[in-house]
């Protein structure tokens, strides 16, 4: 049996939105990491590699290096998120843009594939298609609102997930943070006749994120527990689909887990809203904290069109998609 978590959470991880301060989580990028930064893009510019050949050793960049050692830090013993403001992308070579975020996301864990196919930066942007079930599109190739998930929930999760804001949307958009361990303390409150069958697994769509010929689902549990601390694999939209592709019908049990979850998860006052700025990198504890934005609608012109720019990070493993 599962190990289940009978304590309530109470340290800086378990927050509400409407007890944290305006600017909690804000990293704000100085001047000493910025001219680090722009040393790093004149050596760029001098010795063009790809993204993905570059690491931080080979450059001096020790401002850089302490601030996002304050950030991991904060990231797992503290609030569980970040927002770094900003890097000035006006200011700076656009070939060089996901190179320094590459290399500040590099100071914080091994980068890794966010697709079976090794792709390592990922661009997060509407493609026009739909998230069916079986259909292998995910929502972030599309405008649609999400609700809250960790990513990766189906296969091997990252541990952090950094979302870099290239170009907002024209409306809309707004960005999304819930803390999962104030959500399990609600729902021990609350439901406390689900919280058994959110630790036992659940199918997961694996939105073709598989070698061919593999499973199409696979079964993970939502909380996981250590003794210490709990871990989440959630994604609500994904696993509704998981049952579709296993052509299953979810038994009631299944679904009051789910629906309990969704209407605590929701609640007002419990996830911290905010609007994501160009040039702003985003970075959270993808086991501990949900995240997710709203729908959005984007601009006329395909060269303005809302943009991000998504690398994950693990503390362990091989760079491999499934580790």
Request: overall charge negative; charged content about 25%.
């Amino acid at each position: 049996m599962p190990r289940i978590c009978e304590e309530t959470f109470s340290g800086p991880m378990a927050w509400a939105a409407e007890t944290l301060l305006e600017n909690d989580g804000l990293t704000t990028l100085d001047p000493d990491c910025l001219a680090e930064l722009k040393a790093v893009e004149t050596l760029l510019k001098e010795n063009p590699l790809p993204v993905e050949a570059l690491s931080p050793d080979f450059f001096e960049m020790p401002a850089c290096k302490a601030m996002m050692t304050a950030v991991k830090t904060e990231l797992d013993q503290g609030m569980g998120f970040t927002i770094i403001d900003r890097l000035p992308l006006d200011e700076l070579d656009p070939d060089c843009h996901n190179k320094l975020y590459w290399l500040l996301m590099s100071l914080v864990g091994i980068t890794v594939a966010q697709k079976w196919d090794g792709m390592m930066v990922y661009d997060v942007t509407d493609t026009g298609e739909k998230p069916t079930a079986g259909s292998g599109v995910r929502s972030s190739k599309t405008n649609a609102g999400q609700g809250y998930h960790t990513d990766n929930a189906f296969n091997l999760a990252p541990d952090y997930v950094a979302l870099f804001c290239i170009r907002p949307a024209m409306e809309g958009g707004e960005s999304g943070l819930v803390s999962f361990e104030t959500v399990h303390n609600r729902l021990r409150e609350r439901h406390p006749e689900v919280l058994p069958r959110l630790y036992e697994k659940f199918w997961f769509d694996r939105q073709h994120e598989h070698a061919p010929g593999d499973a199409a689902a696979s079964q993970m549990p939502v909380f996981e527990y250590d003794g210490s601390a709990i871990k989440v694999n959630h994604a609500t939209w994904i696993i509704r689909n998981g049952y579709k592709v296993k052509g299953i019908d979810m038994d009631p049990e299944t679904a009051q887990a789910l629906d309990a979850l969704d209407e605590v998860m929701e609640a007002p006052g419990l996830g911290k809203r905010f609007m994501f700025e160009r040039g702003q990198i985003q970075i959270v504890n993808n086991r501990r904290l949900g995240h997710r934005r709203t729908e959005f609608k984007d601009w006329p012109d395909v060269d303005q069109r809302r943009r991000l720019v998504r690398i994950w990070v693990r503390n362990s493993g091989r760079p491999f998609y499934l580790g």
